[in-house]
């Protein structure tokens, strides 16, 4: 596609191909399959924001925006260093053991030595279990899926081990705490843990669109033979990935730990799956190469307001399940379809079919 | 990597083939071994009928959902609901009972409800054209969801001789789980072994494009693969609302990760195309030894789940070392 002469149109061909490269380009990424790669899941949350005031009438108000953004904060920072995962064709499946771990250590670090120890701590430790995933994977050449479920049971069961004579907890006194403003605080009406979020996503579209190492995360994806080849090292980048994610839970943590004042083992069983739910849900293909930021973003906006429309107009928590595990599988059904017509001009290809079966002159 | 279907003159070479088999779940066998000997000096419990029986019930009931997640991974793909059909299983079967049905009528209508959760993953994954990881991601929640709702969040407590059989039963000495275990052992071992259904999973764990071009019924058997684990799955949560005398949706929380813990134990390849139903039926068993062990030495549950997945790690980098060792040590450089 670097080539600057056009190519000769085919015999025979249904459309007339566009002139330069430019419009050509254009034309590639603004099908409308790949428009709606890119934003599908965005127009979808558009779509349930609108409709939002008639599920519930108290949907709309400032207090309850404020709550689904805070709450899906910590989901949120996770799902971008996810993303880049599932772009390279890996998982993280221990983010459940690392947040509950990494929540217990910070809980623990700010009854030693205030919110700088608690903080210190926090991004230590998910750095730290990050480099152990990251070792696994790379150095012992442990498969990811497995290596991380794994040290899930490990992270759990140290969390669990520091917790044996009851959870951590902030005490009631602490209340005035600037670590306690951290998940409580609002900056001109937006919640604090919401714009760290946007921060990191800001940061993961840097590392991703304009830095190489991006390039060579997607690269991996995509074909990981060719990138090889081209002589990426995967086992750096793979290193990579696995500490931006312990380091993301550890952010993720402060966010969550900080508005719930608690933490033992069992804290967030399952939330390496709602991690993955929501960056597939976001449009990112789980055979890698492939997936936007904005997608995952809108996602865990869009799962965090279903989930506050589902309990605010009374559905028991068992249909919630369904309701939730429902939009998933149809997502990735459409995702089949998305697929289909995300090349260039794949829609016109299917509509008139009969052109095809005229003669040619 | 994987071996695929054999060749002409594979047939002279199927002893040797044989004992390689047998040499790759033998080190299983060591540690197994070094662990009872030291429960053994350890624990004057451990070296009793009653002890051992109880682990070898447990290992048993274990081994009966991981022999069918041994041949779903042998196909390259994972059933993540089978903890979530357990839950439901048990809840329909236990409700049906307390509401006046015969138990056998009961058991029956579970296993269907089970089957029926197979069929809906295989239709899931080769219609729709889900991955197999994700969609029974989202079955395990959604069937999760079905089972707390059908409970309504409460506890079905059963008092049935007929489903305490089925766990607590002799057959002529014998504990009815580990009956029934060895009949699904003697089945998958002959499935897997024998039958040609068996050597289609193998084909499409190993190429499942070439498996597709060469004519097989790729779907049709993925879809049988995904209502064999979920039977499978109904069987686990029978034996476990047997075990409790109750059905509630709460049961079967991360039962997934046991059953594909005791294959991945057991040496079968996450990369598919390869099965051991000795190697599964051998992690089931070192998994309960090591359960029981930690027991009888009074560990807290929270250690016990660190030693289960520092296991499952070890296991793994011991077959990525054997896997990487001559062939592909260069390929990742």
């Keep these: 596609m670097t080539s600057d002469t056009a190519l000769p149109p085919a015999p025979g061909a249904q459309a007339p191909a566009p002139a330069t490269e430019t419009q050509r380009r254009w034309a590639r990424q603004h099908s409308i399959g790949a428009v709606w790669e890119t934003w599908g899941i965005t127009a979808v949350l558009v779509v349930l924001l609108a409709a939002s005031p008639l599920l519930s009438s108290d949907f709309l108000t400032v207090a309850n925006l404020q709550s689904v953004l805070r709450e899906s904060a910590y989901l949120g920072i996770v799902a971008a260093a996810m993303t880049l995962a599932v772009m390279n064709d890996t998982f993280d499946l221990s983010v459940g053991g690392q947040l509950a771990l990494v929540s217990v250590t910070t809980l623990m670090g700010y009854a030693a030595g205030g919110t700088g120890l608690a903080v210190l701590v926090a991004v230590v430790t998910g750095v730290a279990c990050g480099a152990v995933n990251g070792a696994l994977v790379t150095a012992m050449r442990v498969p990811p899926f497995v290596a991380t479920l794994g040290m899930l049971f490990v992270f759990r069961g140290v969390a669990y081990v520091l917790t044996q004579h009851g959870p951590k907890a902030l005490p009631y006194s602490e209340i005035g705490s600037p670590f306690v403003k951290i998940g409580g605080l609002n900056l001109a009406g937006i919640p604090l843990p919401f714009l760290i979020m946007v921060a990191f996503y800001g940061a993961i579209w840097v590392l991703l669109r304009r830095t190489a190492t991006g390039r060579r995360i997607l690269a991996f994806g995509s074909s990981p033979e060719a990138a090889r080849f081209c002589g990426i090292s995967v086992h750096r980048i793979r290193m990579l990935i696995f500490v931006v994610i312990g380091f993301s839970v550890g952010v993720a943590a402060l966010t969550y730990v900080s508005r719930v004042w608690t933490a033992d083992g069992a804290a967030q069983d399952g939330f390496e799956l709602r991690v993955i739910a929501a960056v597939v849900l976001g449009g990112t293909s789980l055979k890698g190469g492939k997936g936007t930021l904005i997608g995952t973003f809108s996602a865990v906006l869009l799962v965090g307001v279903l989930n506050d429309l589902l309990v605010s107009s009374g559905v028991d928590a068992s249909y919630q399940r369904i309701v939730l595990g429902c939009v998933l599988i149809t997502a990735l059904a459409i995702d089949g379809l998305r697929t289909r017509f995300a090349a260039p001009g794949s829609f016109a290809r299917v509509l008139p079919r009969r052109r095809r079966e005229a003669p040619a002159p | ?333």
């Design chain 2, 1 to 333: 990597m994987t071996t695929a279907a054999p060749e002409r003159g594979a047939r002279a070479a199927a002893p040797r083939a044989r004992l390689s088999r047998a040499i790759e779940s033998a080190p299983l066998a060591v540690p197994l071994v070094l662990i009872a000997v030291v429960l053994t000096v350890a624990t004057d419990r451990f070296l009793s009928v009653d002890n051992l029986t109880n682990v070898v019930v447990a290992a048993g009931i274990v081994a009966i959902p991981g022999l069918a997640m041994t041949l779903c991974i042998a196909m390259g793909e994972f059933d993540l609901s089978v903890g979530s059909t357990v839950s439901l299983t048990g809840a329909v079967t236990c409700t049906w009972i307390v509401g006046g049905h015969p138990a056998g009528v009961a058991m029956l209508v579970g296993l269907l409800v089970g089957a029926a959760v197979g069929l809906l993953n295989g239709l899931v994954v080769t219609k729709l054209g889900v991955t197999p990881f994700i969609a029974t991601l989202a079955t395990l929640v959604i069937v999760r969801g079905v089972s707390l709702a059908y409970t309504g969040g409460r506890d079905a407590i059963v008092s049935s001789s007929t489903l305490k059989f089925l766990a607590a039963g002799r057959v002529f000495g014998v504990p009815m789980p580990v009956v029934l275990t060895a009949v699904t052992a003697l089945a998958a071992w002959w499935m897997v072994n024998r039958t040609r259904f068996g050597r289609w999973v193998c084909a499409i764990g190993s190429n499942r494009e070439a498996a597709r071009m060469s004519g097989l019924p790729v779907d049709r058997v993925r879809t049988t693969v995904y209502v064999i684990v979920g039977v499978a799955g109904g069987i686990w949560g029978l034996l476990i609302s047997s075990q409790l005398q109750k059905g509630s949706g709460q049961l079967g929380l991360g039962f997934e990760l046991d059953a594909i813990t005791v294959v991945v134990i057991g040496g079968t390849s996450l990369l598919g195309g390869r099965a051991s139903v000795v190697g599964t039926l051998l992690g089931a068993v070192l998994i309960e030894t090591i359960r029981n062990g930690l027991n009888l030495l009074n560990t807290p549950p929270a250690y016990q789940r660190i030693s289960i997945g520092l296991l499952l790690v070890v296991a793994l980098t011991v077959q990525a070392m054997r896997r990487n060792a001559p062939a592909e040590a260069l390929d990742d450089v």
